[in-house]
């Protein structure tokens, strides 16, 4: 089973900028597309961003488009999210999920490998 780990999070003022890193492990990152997911307290889960298996396919939310850029390096097994101008809305725990085979789904119920979360705090 895949193992996934997030980092980078951390507080920044708004129109910051942060670059939060998923590393992968216990399986081949080529085989998965994978997903940035975000929840905001009280809110639900949501779609941030997903890449396909050989980043050829990206796709965002609307409320990051622009602003977010999603990437991934399969020879050291990590995936990146790389988020600029900032806001305070953009506040929530990052997840980064893995999609066995899959092609960039925008939908939580695709992917069946999670991470821990990594805490995104911005300040107005």
């Known amino acids: 089973q895949v193992q996934l780990v997030e980092s980078g999070g951390g507080l920044v003022q708004a129109g910051g900028s942060l670059t939060l890193s998923c590393a992968v492990s216990g399986r081949t990152l080529s085989d998965y597309a994978m997903g940035w997911f975000r929840q905001a307290p009280g809110k639900e889960r949501e779609f941030v961003s997903a890449?396909?298996?050989?980043?050829?396919?990206?796709r965002y939310a609307d409320s990051v488009e622009g602003r977010f850029s999603i990437s991934r390096d399969n020879a050291i097994n990590t995936v990146y999210l790389q988020m600029s101008s900032l806001k305070p809305e953009d506040t929530a725990v990052y997840y980064c999920?893995?999609?066995?085979?899959?092609?960039?789904?925008?939908?939580?119920?695709?992917?069946?490998?999670w991470g821990q979360g990594t805490q995104v705090t911005v300040s107005s």
């Open positions: 999920a893995a999609d066995f085979g899959g092609y960039g789904s925008s939908a939580i119920r695709s992917y069946d490998s």
């Open positions: 890449i396909g298996r050989n980043a050829g396919f990206t």
